[in-house]
């Protein structure tokens, strides 16, 4: 997986409250492979709700295929998902396994030990 230049995964919009994970992978293996239609399909799963304008529900859905990258889930083109992504998407109906994947790979593979460690 290619990494990003940041140190830390990017996640504004790639949250539990706001992106369910299980309801993210689900849209994910259902419209991947094309960025805009991934993006309208994120944007009004959602954030098609609210007073936000249709500029910043886009934006939003935008940052949300960006932190999807930088989580590795999906590749560089914000539309293809990466062996890591397919393995999520497998387990996307099982909690317990598929966030206890999910954390290690973020403790091993994105720094996390030494967010940990830091903080």
Same mark, same amino acid.
């Given at each position: 997986?290619?990494r990003?230049? +940041? *140190?830390?995964?990017? &996640?504004?919009?790639?949250?539990p409250?706001?992106?369910?994970?299980? $309801?993210?992978?689900?849209?994910?293996e259902?419209?991947? &492979?094309?960025?805009? +239609?991934?993006?309208?399909? @994120?944007?009004? $799963?959602?954030? $098609?709700? &609210?007073? $936000?304008?249709?500029?910043? +529900?886009?934006?939003?859905? *935008?940052?949300?295929?960006?932190? %999807? +990258?930088d !989580?590795? @889930? @999906?590749?560089?083109?914000k539309?293809?998902?990466?062996?890591? &992504?397919?393995? %999520? #998407?497998?387990?996307?109906? *099982?909690? *317990?396994?598929? !966030?206890?994947?999910?954390?290690?790979? @973020?403790? %091993?593979?994105?720094?996390?030990? #030494?967010? #940990?460690?830091? #903080?």
């Amino acid at each position: 997986m290619a990494r990003s230049r +940041r *140190d830390i995964p990017f &996640g504004p919009q790639f949250s539990p409250e706001q992106t369910p994970l299980p $309801a993210l992978l689900a849209i994910l293996e259902k419209e991947e &492979g094309e960025y805009e +239609r991934l993006r309208r399909a @994120i944007e009004g $799963a959602f954030f $098609a709700s &609210g007073s $936000a304008t249709p500029y910043n +529900r886009a934006k939003k859905a *935008d940052n949300t295929t960006l932190a %999807l +990258r930088d !989580y590795g @889930i @999906i590749e560089r083109d914000k539309a293809t998902l990466t062996e890591f &992504g397919k393995r %999520l #998407v497998s387990l996307k109906d *099982d909690a *317990d396994r598929l !966030y206890t994947e999910f954390a290690r790979h @973020i403790l %091993l593979e994105l720094n996390g030990l #030494v967010f #940990v460690r830091t #903080v």
